[in-house]
């Protein structure tokens, strides 16, 4: 009867009118107030209301169903095949939509019903890989700022392949908490890129100048990245920045200068295909043949050697308490003692840029040491 009766009054009533029974219809379904006969009569009346000429009534049905369990999933599906106005609550909200639903949805779909998944309250990994793969950037950004949304690493690694240049997706990738080192570090070297390219910066200091300065950031930042990154994720951060090319001379440097040996043992390792552990008991207790022979087969000069038996043997001395000293005091001990070598006075030019290098880890480490004494000064 119920629907003989709206067939009937359908075509009298006007649009405004007809939204307003769709709702109450929609509510009536919702709660249960049909018993067992009634409900498949109220489920093709709400299944006529879907060829309805208005957009209101469409509308008003989506908005009294968007939130529902138990809606017939041909109902659903096409409200979300109706216009983005439509269809937008009704994906945003569903709960009976499966994961099936919106991977379609997310393929098919426009702009407009990609941001209302993103919306969902929860996304699975495999939502949130569809929406990676293929939606624009400030979908992404949406979908990354959904703590409720379940992102796998290789969706992360798509999304920096796909947006990396966006600054919107590099600051929301940052913040993920679950982003995987290698992608954290890539887009730390696409801010570092982006920021040398500004206009601004290279007429102030000049664009080669621009470059030392990103780059130097750039190392800086990764090697903080490794001291934080599980220990798990170090070996995969370090074969990323090999074959990216970033296991320079000058970032080892930097590591070994600053006490990271856990990365050093994994870089040295990685390049020169000797396992960890026997790298981490060279760099632990090898004598200084053992430790150039490592740089060597890591591919570094063999003028190098006398830089780093240097720096292994102050944090030795440091770690076995036989030195006391703070961690920004050590790039200087490091110089004095390369100073201290003769070895090392009269190796080839690498060797002079290497300790001019060392130099400037130690001006940064003081001039990081007082900002922080000013910052507890000042808090």
């Known amino acids: 009867m119920i629907v003989q009766r709206f067939v009937h009054w359908r075509h009298t009533a006007n649009s405004a009118g007809r939204a307003d029974a769709a709702r109450s219809v929609a509510q009536a379904y919702i709660e249960g107030r049909f018993g067992a006969a009634e409900r498949s009569e109220a489920e093709a009346t709400l299944t006529l209301?879907?060829?309805?000429?208005?957009?209101?009534?469409?509308?008003?049905?989506?908005?009294?169903?968007a939130t529902a369990p138990g809606v017939p999933a041909v109902i659903l599906r096409a409200l979300c095949d109706?216009?983005?106005?439509?269809?937008?609550?009704?994906?945003?909200?569903?709960?009976?939509?499966?994961?099936?639903?919106?991977?379609?949805?997310?393929?098919?779909?426009?702009?407009a019903v990609r941001r209302a998944i993103v919306a969902r309250r929860v996304l699975s990994v495999r939502v949130s890989a569809a929406i990676a793969e293929i939606a624009d950037p400030a979908v992404c950004v949406a979908l990354l700022e959904n703590d409720g949304a379940a992102i796998a690493a290789v969706s992360y690694q798509r999304l920096a392949e796909r947006h990396g240049q966006d600054a919107d997706i590099r600051g929301a990738l940052l913040a993920r908490d679950d982003l995987p080192a290698t992608v954290r570090q890539q887009m730390i070297l696409a801010a570092g890129q982006a920021l040398a390219a500004l206009p601004l910066l290279r007429s102030l200091v000049g664009a080669a100048r621009a470059e030392d300065v990103t780059l130097a950031a750039c190392e800086r930042a990764t090697a903080k990245l490794a001291e934080v990154a599980p220990a798990g994720e170090i070996p995969t951060l370090v074969e990323h920045l090999r074959r990216s090319g970033q296991l320079t001379t000058a970032f080892l440097l930097r590591v070994v200068s600053t006490g990271d040996i856990d990365l050093l043992a994994a870089a040295l390792a990685c390049l020169s295909q000797t396992a960890e552990r026997r790298v981490m008991a060279i760099l632990a207790g090898g004598r200084q043949k053992a430790v150039t022979a490592l740089i060597v087969d890591a591919g570094l000069p063999v003028s190098m050697g006398p830089l780093f038996w240097a720096a292994v043997s102050v944090w030795r001395e440091v770690a076995a308490g036989k030195r006391p000293a703070?961690?920004?005091?050590?790039?200087?001990?490091?110089?004095?003692?390369?100073?201290?070598?003769?070895?090392?006075?009269?190796?080839?030019?690498?060797?002079?840029?290497?300790?001019?290098?060392?130099?400037?880890?130690?001006?940064?480490?003081?001039?990081?040491?007082?900002?922080?004494?000013?910052?507890?000064?000042a808090a």
Request: aromatic share 2%; net charge negative.
């Open 49 to 65: 209301m879907l060829d309805d000429p208005s957009p209101k009534v469409r509308q008003a049905l989506a908005e009294g169903l």
């Open 326 to 377: 703070r961690p920004e005091e050590v790039p200087q001990m490091i110089i004095r003692r390369v100073v201290a070598d003769p070895g090392s006075r009269e190796g080839p030019a690498d060797t002079d840029e290497a300790a001019r290098f060392l130099h400037r880890l130690a001006n940064e480490a003081a001039l990081d040491a007082a900002r922080e004494r000013a910052r507890r000064l």
């Open 82 to 111: 109706d216009s983005d106005a439509i269809a937008c609550p009704v994906v945003r909200g569903s709960p009976a939509l499966d994961d099936e639903d919106l991977v379609t949805l997310a393929a098919v779909g426009s702009e």
